[in-house]
């Protein structure tokens, strides 16, 4: 679990690096001590976060230079990258928590945790096209699938499967038609 928690530190860190490198980037793309500032900070953020175990602290204070040069010198640029709100900055995340959690987890552990997310997007797609939905059970199906969500990303199998099973029970309660194609 610990592993996989640090996975989900170095995406974060690892998401915001890029962004701002890119964003910063563009801005000096004509300045040659500018550039070479970026690509050392780059650069030593990115041996940070490949050491074994990972350098949090280091990658992470060259992330908060990075933010303070991008705040200090284009605070005010129409492109500079906002503060995502907290369920995108999530989302962003996750997406690069896969890719590394992908590079950790068995092959045999990570496509059972595969077919686990496929099995829950398909029970819950199947649930939220269900017509007159009871809001209350809607609200259940979204909870559980959030459950589902987090337990696959901390590469919980057992977890996940227990919150399928309990979304094919919450499911089962509405007993109105599918509407399902």
Known sequence: MT?????????E???????????????????EDARRRLALLTAEAEAALAASPPELDV???CLDELVHWAEEDWADHPYRPA???????DRQTRDYAKDLRRAVLPVVLHDELA????????????????RHLDPRVREDVFYVAGRAAMALDLGHLEAARREVRRMERVGSVESGPCDCG
């Open 59 to 61: 990658a992470a204070q």
């Open 13 to 31: 860190v690892s998401q915001r690096l890029d962004v701002l490198a890119g964003f910063v980037a563009v801005c000096v793309a004509g300045d």
């Open 115 to 130: 077919c686990v997310e496929l099995s829950l997007e398909v029970r819950f797609l199947a649930l939220c096209r269900r």
């Open 3 to 11: 592993e996989l928690h640090e996975i989900w530190q170095r995406a």
């Open 83 to 89: 503060e995502a709100r907290p369920d995108e900055a």
